[in-house]
């Protein structure tokens, strides 16, 4: 190699070392004042092709007794839940023990004949089911009820609108159903399909299915904010085949779910395809698929897909798939900013 070539690759090795380092220091600067205003409160992470570029903490995971959040420290990610059943239930979809256009009455012959009858495993999973929620009637903290019991007590409700005419996001009831027919057809609890199909395999040993009766290690308490101060966050949910809510897991667990998602580890070609394509197209200003949302965006003044979901208004994992850049943000209280963050932040990653 000539001199002059070795000088020129040189000052181009170190032309992007520079921006590299101004880019992460750009970022410092949107993350410290989203600290600042309170929108991040917990651990986010940003990574590329799975090798973590930035993580920083901020926060108490214990208000009360002045215990900061780390980067182990678990948090609730609510709806993002939704994305681990979904797998499961494509995963139930390639051993062909569930079928996505069947009605759900062949799973849980037990739910009301006339909705149980018309909605598809399909239109549970794309929020399109039509189900009314009903969550006046949910108690207001747990609820204990065995799966059968809870899904007809609380979950066998009436139809708000034909199932396939529109998109309604269901923050619980759907991806519930969807819980107790993975039971149904597994002969096992949710959980232990859970840990069985994916968190083992994938080595997630930090991520758990909280029931309120285990006690969870370094798990962050969760918080509203008022006020005069904070108060915690109480709601109801279900112990039982919550599909829908029931993960608590770490930003270094997600980040190995991110990466399996490139790989066949829990799905073929085939279904990961289905898994991530777009299913509702019509009714929303983004696509959904199964457990995410899907979106083309401008990013960097280039049209890209991202994949994102958020959780309890807590929690967000965006996926840049075509430079394969990760964004995962687990908070302990509640900010409308966090999708808002995840672009700003992509769109610095992605500046050339």
Not at 148 to 174: A, H
Not at 258 to 278: E, F, G, H, V
């Amino acid at each position: 190699m000539g001199y002059s070539r070795l000088i020129f690759f040189t000052l181009f090795g170190l032309h992007c070392l520079l921006s590299a380092q101004d880019r992460i220091f750009t970022i410092k600067n949107v993350v410290k004042a989203y600290t600042e205003s309170g929108d991040l409160h917990g651990v986010i992470l940003i990574a590329e092709d799975g090798k973590l570029l930035f993580a920083q903490s901020s926060g108490m995971a214990n208000i009360a007794w002045e215990i900061p959040n780390d980067i182990e420290t678990r948090f609730r990610i609510y709806s993002m839940t939704k994305q681990f059943t979904a797998m499961l239930v494509m995963q139930y979809v390639e051993k062909g023990k569930i079928e996505l256009d069947k009605p759900i009455s062949t799973y849980l012959p037990y739910y009301r004949k006339d909705v149980g009858d018309i909605v598809t495993v399909h239109h549970l999973l794309t929020h399109t089911h039509g189900i009314e929620e009903g969550y006046d009637r949910l108690p207001s903290f747990l609820i204990f009820d065995p799966t059968r019991q809870l899904i007809e007590k609380y979950f066998s409700n009436k139809l708000d609108f034909e199932p396939g005419e529109k998109f309604k996001y269901s923050g619980l009831l759907g991806y519930i159903l969807l819980g107790a027919i993975i039971e149904s057809v597994s002969d096992s609890s949710y959980r232990e399909v859970l840990q069985k199909n994916i968190l083992n395999p994938l080595k997630m040993t930090n991520t758990h299915y909280l029931d309120y009766q285990t006690l969870i290690e370094k798990q962050a308490s969760d918080y509203f904010r008022v006020s005069d101060g904070y108060v915690y966050r109480i709601q109801a949910y279900p112990i039982n085949a919550d599909g829908a809510s029931c993960l608590v897991s770490t930003v270094e667990d997600l980040l190995l779910w991110d990466q399996a998602l490139y790989t066949n580890k829990l799905l073929s070609d085939k279904y990961m395809k289905i898994y991530l394509s777009p299913h509702v197209t019509e009714y929303a200003p983004q696509y959904y698929g199964y457990g995410w949302y899907i979106s083309d965006t401008e990013i960097a003044g280039e049209k890209i897909r991202i994949y994102y979901h958020s959780g309890g208004g807590t929690c967000f994992i965006l996926r840049s798939v075509s430079d394969r850049y990760t964004i995962i943000i687990l908070n302990n209280i509640i900010s409308n900013k966090l999708y808002d963050i995840s672009i700003e932040l992509l769109n610095l990653m992605s500046s050339k």
